[in-house]
Nanobody, 128 residues
Framework: QAQLVESGGGLVQAGGSLRLACAAS????????MGWFRQAPGKDREFVGGISWSGSRTYFVDSVKGRFTISRDNAKNMVYLQMNSLKPEDTAIYYCAAARSIVGSAYVPAFSQEYDTWGQGTQVTVSS
């Protein structure tokens, strides 16, 4: 069964950085756009950012623009979320996801319904 596994979460002070990684179990994930979502306690899951299958296009929610970047290494079946200038409001469980219904397009989906494969999540806590 195709899987995604996140890693790299932890506790960091405000202003610090973390790099999350998402490992895909199959090379087929290289063909799909990938997204990062987060869910804070008591809140709905929200889109953070995404990257097209080739890495040529990325898209971010306004609250993280200029602070977060996404990259992928298709040779290693990996997707990364680099988070800089972290704020306490970035505290959440972070999930990576794949949109396997989108192939051969630079489109980066921003809605959770467009993603069909999810990792288990990794906790990010930013202290003030």
């Amino acid at each position: 069964q195709a899987q995604l596994v996140e890693s790299g979460g932890g506790l960091v002070q405000a202003g610090g950085s973390l790099r999350l990684a998402c490992a895909a179990s199959e090379r087929t994930f290289n063909n799909y756009p990938m997204g990062w979502f987060r869910q804070a306690p008591g809140k709905d899951r929200e889109f953070v950012g995404g990257i097209s299958w080739s890495g040529s296009r990325t898209y971010f929610v306004d609250s993280v623009k200029g602070r977060f970047t996404i990259s992928r290494d298709n040779a290693k079946n990996m997707v990364y979320l680099q988070m800089n200038s972290l704020k306490p409001e970035d505290t959440a469980i972070y999930y990576c996801a794949a949109a396997r219904s989108i192939v051969g397009s630079a489109y980066v989906p921003a809605f959770s319904q467009e993603y069909d494969t999810w990792g288990q999540g990794t906790q990010v806590t930013v202290s003030s």
